[in-house]
């Protein structure tokens, strides 16, 4: 374990995607989440649910690459379960944290828009683990003909990409709330 | 290799269950500083820089501890002297991200329109008591779930990445909460 190849490597990684989260928490303090009372509480589990659900599938298909079972010339009909997999969790689990959180906060005499809450979520949950199921792939397939390892460099993007991605269609999908209201 | 959609499912729903149930408990204490964060923004832009890199730190030692233990370089032990070292470097390398983020974030965030509207002092506390708050809660949960799992031979990439950036998003939180009553405002 070399310590100065180690610090060589990680310190830049961990800083520039460190700084560029800066730009998810930007998104984020202006997303407008006071218009629905109680959402900023179901934030953390929905971004990080995407990364745990989103990046384990990329994970998934790059050791799928190494094994030789990912054909890259047919990179959607490789990945097929692993999609369905990626957006039935998503969607299920925002949901089941929506309900969750709606309980503690209405128990604890919070404010809570419990309709506002689920619909963002659940919104949010499909069209962002459809994107970055497409993304995953994409990366995979585009690293694996350049012959880059992809257990390199999809995990990181997938996780930076996805929390911007995801706080980005949230304040979309609360504005659309708004309209709809 | 995973089979279909249902197995992957299966597979995996109890821990994403766990690890959800933890985020929301974040998120509630998250959604009961709200008030501060509408007369301090800036700290809320903090939030995801500094849970995504302890939970990045955390990740990392995660990896490189479970090849290790794969070649058979290091033994499954908090004692053993290599972990120790890796864990220095790592405790090393997540103070000064997040330092060097936080320094950029205080220049960044004026030219977004974010009010920083606070004395760098005072910033400069805050992120300091909050990055040593979450590299010591997250860097040993994340030695202890590698070896956890290598023992019992889950492979420690599906186990500890999501137990350690749930972590990571649970302890930003609460310590950025324990720095701003610290540091006070």
Do not use: Q
Request: net charge neutral; charged share 15%.
């Amino acid at each position: 374990m070399d310590r100065r190849k180690f610090i060589r490597e990680a310190l830049p990684v961990l800083t520039f995607l460190g700084t560029i989260e800066v730009f998810t928490g930007y998104v984020l303090s202006g997303a407008g989440l006071k218009a629905i009372p109680g959402l900023l509480a179901v934030v953390p589990a929905l971004i990080s649910l995407r990364g745990n659900v989103s990046g384990s599938f990329a994970s998934r298909l790059g050791s799928m690459a190494h094994l030789g079972i990912f054909d890259p010339e047919k990179p959607f009909k490789t990945a097929k379960e692993g999609v369905k997999a990626v957006v039935f969790m998503s969607v299920a689990f925002s949901v089941l944290a929506g309900i969750f959180a709606s309980l503690i906060l209405y128990g604890t005499g919070h404010d809570v828009d419990f309709v506002g809450i689920i619909f963002v979520v659940s919104m949010t949950a499909l069209l962002s683990s459809l994107l970055l199921s497409t993304l995953s792939i994409l990366s995979v397939s585009i690293s694996f003909r350049r012959k880059i390892d992809p257990d390199n460099v999809v995990v990181p993007i997938i996780s930076t990409v996805g929390d911007l991605m995801s706080v980005a269609i949230m304040a979309f999908f609360i504005w659309l709330w708004g309209v709809v209201l | 290799m995973y089979g279909d959609w249902k197995g992957i499912v299966r597979e995996n729903c109890g821990l994403l269950a766990a690890m959800m149930f933890i985020e929301v408990l974040g998120g509630g204490v998250l959604n009961s500083m709200e008030a501060l964060f509408s007369v301090f923004p800036a700290i809320l832009s903090f939030v995801p820089v500094i849970n995504a890199i302890g939970g990045n730190i955390g990740s990392v030692m995660g990896a490189r501890l479970s090849s290790s233990l794969h070649l058979g370089t290091v033994r499954p032990a908090l004692s053993d002297p290599k972990i120790r070292e890796d864990m220095e470097t790592s405790v090393l390398i997540g103070i000064l991200a997040i330092f060097i983020s936080a320094i950029s974030l205080y220049a960044i965030l004026p030219m977004m329109g974010v009010r920083v509207s606070m004395e760098p002092v005072k910033w400069i506390g805050i992120v300091a008591i909050s990055a040593v708050t979450m590299i010591s809660t997250v860097l040993p949960a994340a030695v202890m779930a590698t070896i956890w799992s290598f023992k019992k031979g889950r492979s420690p990439d599906d186990f500890t990445i999501p137990v350690v950036s749930t972590l990571g998003d649970f302890m930003g939180i609460i310590s950025i909460l324990i720095a701003v009553k610290m540091v006070g405002l």
